[in-house]
């Protein structure tokens, strides 16, 4: 009877101390864009966007397209829970600028992932994410307080090699924003070719707060049991 009552406020104090997160803004967007004008005046370009049909939902989505010798492709898979956000992301762009030919040159690849959310109480995450670029590439993951536009928490950028990262972040009550970002952007006006490649594999956990009301009101039961039993007779 006295395991039961102390298992149900163990169970009790750890709802009460559940932290999750409540999701505002769902902003993930995928772009592939590539434009060329020649020096006749002529002017070509591909674009595609894509993303989620279904806000707050998990998603795997690609966009690609461009024109002529400019083009920029992207993806992006991503996972979301009221505990977690794990996204993992590409961006590539490639062109090239003939005198002869052109008078400008542009092309575009650009993965997106931006997660608004609200927290009732004080709430520490584990962030893990590799970022990786090269060529004209960038990629970053960033913390934000407010939804989009606020205040800078966390930055970790990365245009040329790999960036590993593993903190821990403790966030107070109130809104934030969590994003992932890989690009490569090309504008060419002279001869020559460009081309870069960007990429992110991340994870924003909640990491649990230590139970100690539960752990307080066990002891409490164990003692007020302890008292309750007779003291043992000498024989």
């Known amino acids: 009877m006295h395991h039961h009552a102390a298992m149900s406020v163990l169970a009790y104090a750890g709802l009460a101390t559940a932290q999750t997160m409540s999701f505002e803004v769902d902003d993930r967007i995928l772009v592939g864009f590539g434009s060329v004008e020649t020096i006749d005046g002529f002017f070509d370009f591909g674009s595609q966007q894509s993303e989620p049909d279904v806000l707050f939902g998990d998603w ?46 542009t092309a575009l690849g650009s993965s997106s992932h931006g997660i608004g959310f609200s927290l009732a109480q004080e709430t520490t995450f584990s962030l893990t994410a590799t970022l990786d670029a090269s060529g004209t590439g960038q990629a970053w993951a960033r913390v934000r307080r407010g939804l989009f536009g606020g205040d800078l928490l966390f930055d970790a950028r990365t245009t040329g090699g790999v960036l590993a990262i593993d903190e821990t972040i403790t966030l107070g009550p109130g809104q934030y924003e969590m994003q992932f970002f890989a690009n490569s952007n090309i504008s060419l006006g002279s001869d020559g070719s460009a081309s870069g490649q960007s990429s992110y594999s991340g994870s924003f956990v909640v990491i649990p707060a230590a139970p100690t009301l539960a752990i307080a009101l066990l002891a409490g039961v164990s003692a007020a049991r302890r008292r309750r039993a007779p003291a043992s007779c000498a024989g």
């Open 60 to 105: 795997s989505g690609f966009a690609s397209d461009g024109a002529d010798s400019a083009d920029g492709s992207a993806s992006m898979q991503s996972v979301l829970t009221s505990t977690s956000i794990s996204a993992s992301g590409t961006a590539s762009a490639s062109a090239a600028y003939d005198a002869q030919l052109h008078s400008f040159v």
